[in-house]
């Protein structure tokens, strides 16, 4: 069987949500604070991954990034960046694909504390940054690891997107879900199988352990 | 000193109200803000913490401007520095009794005061405790503490102790009480328990409709001093019988309920729920030692 599939799916998979913390922290922290009017435009946008077909995603981005184009074009020639048929293009369909993923339940994290905690640390004369980082982070763990276990978890079982933008590039684009379809077009049952296998048993070990760390199981082994 | 003069426009569920006042404290007094709940006393405090923005109007502190809608001036909660404590207690849960004090400390600011303020509010034992763990006492003692780390002038006190019992709320008013003289403070109290505010404070404002409409010196302000009382208690009216041509009250004064035979004119006046005043001076009362 060949591995590399495999390989590239949770390398996406790790480099995606890798990212999307450090970006989703930010505009989750942003939307669980603000009043202001373009609050719903940026919430919905960040939401509709969730409800859009994955291949309209991928052909706007197809379109966008494409050399053909403007902002491709300016890409290409000031950046060097080929973003269609290649793994940077992935990483960044991806993190768009799981956005909502890792930016809701850290916003829900984030609205339901309390907020005469961030009040205390401001009276106490520290800044908001630093708030963020000793107060408000380490007390929503759970939506944290929901996050990022959700967004992991989404990116590899990413198709449409990655098909519309990657295609299907042995040891480029070509990722584990991708090898099932082409596997399963050429009859080889077997071993699109194998790799069916893999992903089921991994996802279902990833999802268990954060029901199991989020119902507080493992607390129990801790003195 | 403490000047207020503000106005704001709040949003409740009871609709629109508007805020109006005008405050002044001299330091290292205690003051209550005292009212229905609605009345603006917990925006008050916010305001002058800075934790809400007034519409106009200005605050001083020391002869310094805080706010002053006119210039333009605000100074955000951090420059303030008012140690404040809130109703919800506000501990850090992340964080051990002993950290959520640590947290507090300035930059560069001298740790013996940790060790210090454990030892003062008797939280050394505890100090290696989440504050999930600690009953509503001890989590209000960490939540004074606390405020105390970063040596604040004001003490902001939100409605401290309503959510404690009585033996415990005793404890606690003669441990704030403490404080607000060995640490030179000038505390100001929201508190709806005429008790408390008796013993507490020195002048009280009471609030209503987001304006000030009395204010006095604690014992004056609820006519206590108008009768010179053998002794007198303040409670609360918990059930009015009439038995005859009689009334029985029954009135709840910390933890006891006493009966107080009164007639219809009195017992008109009253309705289940008021705060009352019994007194006596014609008899001796008996004191005997438990």
Same mark, same amino acid.
């Given at each position: 069987m060949d591995w590399q599939p495999l390989v590239l799916t949770f390398k996406l998979a790790l480099i995606t949500t890798a990212i999307l913390f450090v970006v989703s922290i930010p505009i989750a922290y942003w939307l669980s604070n603000t009043k202001s009017k373009i609050?719903?435009?940026?919430?919905?946008?960040?939401?509709?991954?969730?409800?859009?077909?994955?291949?309209?995603?991928?052909?706007?981005?197809?379109?966008?990034?494409?050399?053909?184009?403007?902002?491709?074009?300016?890409?290409?020639?000031?950046?060097?960046?080929?973003?269609?048929?290649?793994?940077?293009?992935?990483?960044?369909?991806?993190?768009?694909?799981?956005?909502?993923?890792?930016?809701?339940?850290?916003?829900?994290?984030?609205?339901?504390?309390?907020?005469?905690?961030?009040?205390?640390?401001?009276?106490?004369?520290?800044?908001?940054?630093?708030?963020?980082?000793?107060?408000?982070?380490?007390?929503?763990?759970?939506?944290?690891?929901?996050?990022?276990?959700?967004?992991?978890?989404?990116?590899?079982?990413?198709?449409?997107?990655?098909?519309?933008?990657?295609?299907?590039?042995?040891?480029?684009?070509?990722?584990?879900?991708?090898?099932?379809?082409?596997?399963?077009?050429?009859?080889?049952?077997?071993?699109?199988?194998?790799?069916?296998?893999?992903?089921?048993?991994?996802?279902?070990?990833?999802?268990?352990?954060?029901?199991?760390?989020?119902?507080?199981?493992?607390?129990?082994?801790?003195? | 000193?403490?000047? @207020? !003069?503000?106005? +704001?426009?709040?949003?409740? %569920?009871?609709?629109?109200?508007?805020?109006?006042?005008? @405050? !002044?404290?001299? +330091?290292?007094?205690?003051? %209550?803000?005292?009212?229905?709940s609605g009345a603006g006393k917990t925006s008050t405090l916010r305001m002058l913490s800075g934790l809400l923005k007034p519409d106009i109007g200005t605050i001083t502190v020391d002869g310094i401007t805080w706010f002053d809608s006119n210039k333009n001036i605000n100074l955000v909660p951090q420059q303030r520095k008012v140690g404040y404590v809130f109703q919800d207690y506000a501990l850090f849960p992340n964080m051990t009794v002993r950290q959520n004090l640590e947290y507090a400390l300035q930059r560069n600011q001298d740790k013996s005061i940790i060790e210090e303020l454990l030892d003062f509010a008797q939280l050394s034992e505890l100090q290696q405790r989440k504050p999930e763990t600690l009953s509503g006492g001890q989590k209000q003692r960490v939540a004074l503490a606390r405020a105390l780390v970063q040596r604040p002038e004001i003490l902001i006190l939100d409605e401290p102790l309503s959510a404690l019992d009585l033996k415990m709320r005793i404890k606690l008013q003669e441990y704030i009480l403490q404080i607000h003289k060995q640490f030179k403070l000038t505390t100001i109290l929201v508190s709806h328990d005429i008790g408390e505010i008796v013993k507490l404070s020195d002048c009280v404002f009471e609030l209503q409709n987001g304006k000030v409409i009395k204010k006095g010196a604690a014992a004056d302000f609820f006519g206590l001093n108008k009768t010179s009382a053998k002794f007198r208690f303040s409670g609360e009216v918990l059930k009015i019988e009439r038995e005859d041509v009689i009334y029985v009250i029954s009135v709840l004064i910390g933890n006891d309920i006493i009966k107080v035979v009164s007639d219809r004119t009195e017992a008109n006046g009253l309705k289940v729920g008021d705060q009352v005043l019994v007194a006596s001076k014609a008899f001796n009362p008996i004191i005997q030692k438990l």
């Amino acid at each position: 069987m060949d591995w590399q599939p495999l390989v590239l799916t949770f390398k996406l998979a790790l480099i995606t949500t890798a990212i999307l913390f450090v970006v989703s922290i930010p505009i989750a922290y942003w939307l669980s604070n603000t009043k202001s009017k373009i609050k719903p435009v940026i919430e919905t946008l960040v939401s509709m991954p969730l409800v859009l077909p994955p291949t309209v995603l991928g052909f706007y981005m197809l379109v966008a990034f494409s050399p053909e184009n403007a902002f491709g074009n300016w890409l290409n020639e000031w950046l060097g960046i080929r973003l269609i048929f290649s793994f940077g293009g992935l990483v960044v369909a991806s993190v768009i694909y799981s956005l909502p993923f890792m930016v809701q339940p850290i916003q829900a994290g984030l609205s339901s504390l309390p907020s005469t905690l961030k009040e205390a640390s401001y009276t106490m004369g520290k800044s908001k940054m630093t708030t963020l980082i000793k107060i408000l982070l380490p007390n929503v763990k759970p939506a944290l690891l929901t996050g990022i276990v959700l967004s992991f978890a989404h990116t590899v079982g990413e198709f449409g997107v990655v098909l519309m933008i990657g295609g299907n590039m042995p040891g480029k684009t070509k990722v584990a879900s991708i090898a099932i379809y082409d596997e399963v077009e050429a009859m080889n049952y077997s071993a699109a199988n194998s790799y069916s296998l893999i992903l089921f048993s991994i996802t279902f070990i990833i999802l268990l352990l954060v029901y199991l760390a989020n119902g507080g199981y493992f607390k129990r082994f801790v003195p | 000193m403490i000047r @207020l !003069n503000l106005k +704001k426009i709040l949003k409740s %569920t009871g609709g629109k109200m508007v805020l109006d006042l005008e @405050l !002044n404290i001299a +330091k290292g007094q205690f003051v %209550t803000l005292f009212g229905e709940s609605g009345a603006g006393k917990t925006s008050t405090l916010r305001m002058l913490s800075g934790l809400l923005k007034p519409d106009i109007g200005t605050i001083t502190v020391d002869g310094i401007t805080w706010f002053d809608s006119n210039k333009n001036i605000n100074l955000v909660p951090q420059q303030r520095k008012v140690g404040y404590v809130f109703q919800d207690y506000a501990l850090f849960p992340n964080m051990t009794v002993r950290q959520n004090l640590e947290y507090a400390l300035q930059r560069n600011q001298d740790k013996s005061i940790i060790e210090e303020l454990l030892d003062f509010a008797q939280l050394s034992e505890l100090q290696q405790r989440k504050p999930e763990t600690l009953s509503g006492g001890q989590k209000q003692r960490v939540a004074l503490a606390r405020a105390l780390v970063q040596r604040p002038e004001i003490l902001i006190l939100d409605e401290p102790l309503s959510a404690l019992d009585l033996k415990m709320r005793i404890k606690l008013q003669e441990y704030i009480l403490q404080i607000h003289k060995q640490f030179k403070l000038t505390t100001i109290l929201v508190s709806h328990d005429i008790g408390e505010i008796v013993k507490l404070s020195d002048c009280v404002f009471e609030l209503q409709n987001g304006k000030v409409i009395k204010k006095g010196a604690a014992a004056d302000f609820f006519g206590l001093n108008k009768t010179s009382a053998k002794f007198r208690f303040s409670g609360e009216v918990l059930k009015i019988e009439r038995e005859d041509v009689i009334y029985v009250i029954s009135v709840l004064i910390g933890n006891d309920i006493i009966k107080v035979v009164s007639d219809r004119t009195e017992a008109n006046g009253l309705k289940v729920g008021d705060q009352v005043l019994v007194a006596s001076k014609a008899f001796n009362p008996i004191i005997q030692k438990l």
